[in-house]
């Protein structure tokens, strides 16, 4: 089993930046992919940013809303997967939740088998 918690939320002005984190503990496989998704309120969730397992090459994407703000990466020596978010708008504002699994999917927000955390809020004022 995997437990995911979620850190780093908090309210910023439109313009700011926040680094969110996920520390993972238990069996972590080389083979797992990790990612980030979020859900705003009244929306359903969606993806935000990928990083692929390390046997895969480790390449990273993401969701065109995000594309040249957010920066996903981990730290494999503790776990831990990160989310920069810079430049960040109003309509970031959401849910932010940790993911990690071997078919994470952030267009289709699919993680079939795979575990979640437990979300930490990020709310962006005008």
């Known amino acids: 089993n995997l437990h995911l918690v979620e850190s780093g939320g908090g309210s910023v002005q439109a313009g700011g930046s926040l680094r969110l984190s996920c520390a993972a503990s238990?069996?972590?496989?080389?083979?797992?992919?990790m990612g980030w998704f979020r859900q705003a309120p009244g929306k359903e969730r969606e993806g935000a940013a990928l990083i692929d397992s390390d046997v895969s090459g480790g390449s990273t994407s993401y969701v065109d809303s995000v594309k040249g703000r957010f920066t996903i990466s981990k730290d494999n020596t503790d776990h831990t997967l990160y989310l920069q978010m810079n430049g960040l708008k109003p309509e970031d504002t959401a849910i932010y939740y940790c993911?990690?699994?071997?078919?994470?999917?952030?267009?289709?927000?699919?993680?079939?088998?795979?575990?979640w955390g437990q979300g930490t809020q990020v709310t962006v004022s005008s």
């Open positions: 238990g069996v972590v496989y080389d083979t797992y992919q």
């Open positions: 993911a990690v699994g071997h078919a994470l999917d952030i267009v289709a927000v699919a993680n079939p088998y795979g575990y």
